[in-house]
């Protein structure tokens, strides 16, 4: 039922996301480039050109769309496949029964996408479409969008960037506007959005795990 839920709000995410973003296209022409690290931006940029999901003349980011949609969706089936594999956790307040359960799916998680790499899900071509989808919600040094989320985003450098890497316990999970999330397209349910710093993080509940992150995600 969850999973029918998720497939209705991302395709009426999709019809009236792609329509904001090309009618913002036409008015608004980008007149600079998101700031990416300097030993990265340039080959971003071009990876990007070459990797760019084709779309349509009507909604030029439908193909970038779809494609993060079947990698979110190729990840949650991995979690939900490796969930049905283990032994079912009883309903318990015990913390300690809860922590190994999360421990437990984690190492799973790691076993099974041992090869995953940064950009997996957050492609070039994801990247830079988040990053317009989100400027217009954190724009100008007041913008009380930003503000909210860099009261209670941790430093990066209290964050470990690695991918499957567990989150760590003492660090607050910033808080995500719901304008911001309003831009951005739907999840599953156990996959979240979230802030650290400037950073964007895929973060997965079950296993505490960072699934993949982009940089310098809003200026």
Known sequence: MTKTIYHAVMTAWLVTGC????????????????????????????????????????????????????RVDAYDKLRRDLESKSPPLKQTDDPAKIALAEKTMAQQIRAARVNAKRGDIFTPATAAMFRRLLSPTVKGSESENKQAIKEDSP?????????????????????????????????????QYRFVGKHLLLYCSRGNVIVDYMLNAIP
Do not use: C, H
Not at 50 to 58: E, F, L
Not at 168 to 191: F, G, H, N, Q, R
């Open 155 to 191: 430093e990066p450098k209290d964050i470990p960037f690695k991918i499957s890497g567990e989150y760590p316990k003492d660090e607050a999970l910033s808080t995500m506007p719901p304008d911001v999330l309003k831009a951005l397209p739907p999840l599953p349910e156990l996959l």
């Open 19 to 70: 329509a904001g973003s090309a009618n913002s296209a036409q008015q608004q022409p980008q007149t600079s480039t998101p700031r990416g690290t300097p030993a990265t931006a340039s080959s971003a940029t071009a990876t990007q050109t070459q990797q760019m999901p084709k779309g349509s003349s009507v909604y030029p980011d439908a193909g970038v769309l779809a494609d993060f949609k079947g």
